[in-house]
Structure formats: structure tokens, C-alpha cells
């Protein structure tokens, strides 16, 4: 019997208007669709996203839960047993579908997710379908052109580095800073120093019906969602 393929399809930053083509047809195509599910079963981003174009009966819906800790042992045994999950229906010769939302290779679960199949089972076929991204969504609902000519963008994860924080701003002429939630005020802080708070915007979920643009004003101790990135644009 033929092996199936695995396929990670980017399902884009929000709006199931912004899922490509290809990802429809795939989505279709595949008898299996993986997810990732949170510890109590309630649905993904990523699932809410792509839930339009799937009809649950008539496919084999695979929850995979990927917790949120630092326990080593947690992690090796949930990521391991997700992808043994995988590898059953794909050596029943079945395709299955991960979605996952904006781009399966840029800062996405799937990139550990084939990494850890490719190692434990090398005979497996993998595939990515491009999806486009919050950064990408971000420019579009601010309408800030990211990069013109020989201007520099950077996508930088947001951390408490004050340093590298404030070099990623000052040698790039746009900056995206990801998960910048848990990092609000340091950045705030970071951007009143150098005379730059009229030059960021904050977003969360964007495209999304929840999505929230925020004014600078409003983000002093904010609790913002995960899913909230920063764009600077000098």
C-alpha cells in the first residue's frame, strides 16, 4: 500500500476569504484533517479559520493537543504521540491536512511538527501550501507598505531583550514584532525613548471578525491576546 502525504496548510491570519486556492482544494482533496486542540477540546485559531470549507462527517477530524509548557517530558510525550497519530493514517495510505493558521513555515506549529516526522519516519512525504500571514494581513488592514526599494523589514518575536528590541528598530526601517503581548510595556517604553510611539501599530487577531486595532493611548498594562503583533514603520 502506498503511504499518504502529509500536507501543512496555511489557512491564513484570520479571514477564511484569505485562504488560497491550493489549501481549498487540499482541504477537500484530503480524507484526514489534523488540528491542534487545546487540553479541555476546544477549538484552535487555526480549526475556527478553516472550519468553512471542512465538513466534519464526511471527514476523519484528528485533534492533536500540543501543550503550552515547559516540561520537557510533557512536550516529548504529547509531540511524539501526535505524530504517531499522523503516521497511522498515513501508512493506511490516507493524505491528511494540518492546518495551521497564517504560513506553515514562518513561526508555525507545523515546523517542529515535520521536523519531529521527518526523524522518526523518513519514508513520509511532506508538503507545505503557502498561506498568507499575519504580517502580511497586518500591512494590508493598516495599509502600510512594508519594504520599498532597498528599505529593510524585520519580523522579530518580541522578548524582553531591551537592547535587541530597540537595535531591531533602529537599524530596520520596518519592524514587526510578534507575540508582543507579554512585552506590551517594555515596548511602549522602548518607543517613547526614541520618539517613535506615533510610528507603531498594534493589532490583534487581524482580518479576523475580532480583530482589534489599537491606539498607542489605549496599551498602557493592557492584557492583550496571544495572537497580537506590533508593526514600526519609520
Not at 501543512?8 to 484570520?14: D, E, K, L, M
Request: hydrophobic share 40%; with cysteine; glycine share 6%.
Amino acid at each position: 500500500m502506498n503511504k499518504g502525504t502529509l500536507y501543512g496548510i496555511g489557512v491564513g491570519p484570520g479571514d477564511p476569504e484569505l485562504i488560497t486556492l491550493k489549501a481549498f482544494r487540499t482541504l477537500q482533496e484530503c480524507p484526514v484533517i489534523a488540528y491542534p486542540k487545546k487540553m479541555r477540546g476546544s477549538k484552535s485559531y487555526a480549526y475556527k479559520i478553516a472550519e468553512v470549507f471542512i465538513r466534519p462527517e464526511e471527514k476523519e477530524m484528528l485533534g492533536l493537543i500540543f501543550p503550552m509548557t515547559k516540561d520537557e517530558e510533557v512536550l516529548k510525550r504529547e509531540w511524539n504521540k501526535a505524530v504517531d497519530e499522523i503516521y497511522g493514517k498515513i501508512a493506511n495510505g490516507k493524505d491528511v491536512a494540518f492546518v495551521t493558521e497564517g504560513d506553515p513555515l514562518l513561526y508555525s506549529t507545523f515546523i517542529h511538527l515535520m521536523k519531529l516526522m521527518s526523524e522518526k519516519y523518513p519514508d513520509v512525504k511532506i508538503q507545505a501550501v503557502p498561506g498568507i500571514s499575519s504580517i502580511n494581513g497586518a500591512a494590508s488592514c493598516l495599509n502600510i507598505p512594508l519594504a520599498d526599494g532597498d528599505e529593510q523589514v524585520a519580523i522579530i518575536p518580541a522578548n524582553d531583550d531591551v537592547d535587541k528590541m530597540r537595535k531591531a528598530i533602529e537599524t530596520h526601517d520596518a519592524v514587526v514584532f510578534l507575540k508582543v503581548a507579554k512585552v506590551i510595556d517594555l515596548m511602549l517604553e522602548i518607543l517613547r525613548d526614541l520618539g517613535l510611539e506615533n510610528k507603531a501599530h498594534v493589532v490583534t487577531k487581524v482580518t479576523s471578525e475580532e480583530e482589534i486595532i489599537w491606539s498607542i493611548d489605549e496599551l498602557d498594562g493592557a492584557d492583550l491576546n496571544y495572537l497580537t503583533l506590533m508593526v514600526v514603520r519609520k
